[in-house]
């Protein structure tokens, strides 16, 4: 019934049967197999992913195909197996068709160990070798430029890495110049090319630093980059290198040679480059601090210049002529008060003196009444004795001078009063 009505269809395809109605017609045709409806699947992991709704997504790859395997989350809980890439598991389940994207894949209800898958081993085997050569040791990276100037870039140049890292440093840093090595990155071809790629962006255009990107993909997808040449090549780049491949779960030999490992091509753009934004603000922070420190500098420069000035001032010739003209001032005014008070104590001496001299003026003397009784020739009389009856004398008073004559009862009374004293 289902093979006539099958027939019928093809006859006229395009009018008798929807997208939806040959997808759920394949589902059914599948899951009424007996061999698919119960059946084990021996291949290697890769593209396992672990959404947060605790499904469980893989797939099963050999040398030929591949297969999507789903573990939906009540069976994912009672795993006993640790699942990771490049394992090789046998897994039990039933085959169905996702029918959103017409994709048959296989429902899994139990895993097994199945020993690890031959690209892991050879893996492993590599990465012991060269890590005992001393190719991934941590002394031989090298710090990345702070600022590039210019930027090599090894990748597909249709890929979707290449757009990550351009819109990526478009927002964040667009002052390096960006130089583009094309070259397969999944394929036979894609070791040979990558190897070339980062040759020749260290002998022609001398990036500051290198980025060697892809998008993710499987163990084989990304098999290129556990390439011995191409780690080789990244070790020997004279140009620091990151590497962006795959997602942040992804490990190649290449991240292990890089200098620094970025989890994703957007991841390595942000590895490379600092943000022009935060450089704008440093700029802007510098700028701030070295205004105060200029004044800052300027301040203490003219205070130093202050005191120089002033010290200058204080030892310039001007300065002490100024001082000693007023020292001039202040001894002249001094000398002025000590000779006026010099002058007027000489003052007050000479009036005393003069006072005393004018008491012992004889003259003054006569004023009072007084004369002087000379003889004609000028002898001063002071005594009786030296006179005699009838002599002529002069006799002085204040105002001029007469004659007189001695009168002998004048003189005889005179003695007698002085004997009378004795």
């Avoid at 093809?10 to 017609?25: G, H, K, M, Q």
Wanted: glycine share 8%; proline share 4%.
């Amino acid at each position: 019934m289902v093979v006539n009505e099958m027939v019928q269809y093809s006859l006229y395809p395009a009018a008798s049967l929807s997208v939806a109605e040959i997808t759920r017609y394949i589902s059914n045709v599948i899951e009424g197999d007996e061999i698919l409806s119960d059946i084990s699947v021996i291949g290697e992991v890769s593209n396992l992913s672990r959404p947060g709704s605790g499904h469980i997504y893989f797939t099963l790859k050999d040398s030929i195909a591949s297969l999507r395997c789903v573990i939906w989350k009540p069976n994912a809980a009672q795993l006993t197996v640790s699942l990771q890439d490049g394992i090789s598991l046998q897994v039990h389940g039933y085959i169905g068709v996702y029918e959103r994207s017409g994709q048959y894949q296989l429902y899994a209800d139990t895993i097994r160990p199945a020993g690890e898958g031959f690209l892991y081993q050879e893996f492993l085997r590599l990465k012991a070798r060269l890590e005992a050569e001393g190719l991934f040791d941590q002394s031989r990276k090298r710090s990345l430029p702070p600022i590039p100037q210019k930027i090599g870039i090894v990748t597909s140049p249709t890929g979707a890495a290449l757009q990550d890292i351009i819109n990526t440093l478009s927002r964040r840093y667009t002052m390096a110049e960006l130089v583009v090595a094309p070259c397969q990155v999944q394929g036979e071809e894609a070791a040979r090319q990558i190897i070339a790629a980062i040759k020749i962006l260290n002998q022609i255009e001398e990036p500051d630093l290198i980025i060697v990107a892809r998008g993710g993909g499987s163990l084989e997808d990304l098999f290129a980059f556990n390439d011995e040449g191409v780690v080789r090549a990244i070790a020997q780049s004279r140009a620091p290198v990151i590497t962006g491949i795959g997602h942040e779960t992804d490990f190649t030999l290449a991240d292990f040679a890089a200098d620094v490992r970025a989890p994703t091509p957007t991841g390595s753009a942000v590895a490379a480059t600092p943000d022009s934004t935060e450089l704008i603000a440093g700029l802007f922070g510098l700028k701030d601090r070295l205004q105060r420190t200029y004044q800052a500098r300027l301040m203490d420069l003219n205070h130093q210049f202050e005191n120089i000035h002033d010290g200058l001032q204080r030892s310039s010739p001007h300065r002490r002529i100024e001082n000693d003209r007023q020292r001039l001032d202040e001894l002249g005014e001094y000398l002025f008060r000590s000779a006026t008070h010099k002058t007027g104590l000489l003052r007050v001496k000479l009036e005393g003196l003069a006072a005393n001299l004018s008491s012992l003026n004889p003259y003054s003397v006569l004023m009072r009444g007084y004369a002087i009784v000379s003889t004609p020739s000028g002898r001063l009389i002071s005594s009786v004795k030296q006179v005699s009856v009838k002599e002529k004398v002069q006799v002085r008073v204040s105002d001029g001078t007469f004659g007189a004559v001695v009168h002998d009862d004048i003189v005889r009374n005179i003695i007698q009063e002085g004997k009378t004293h004795d």
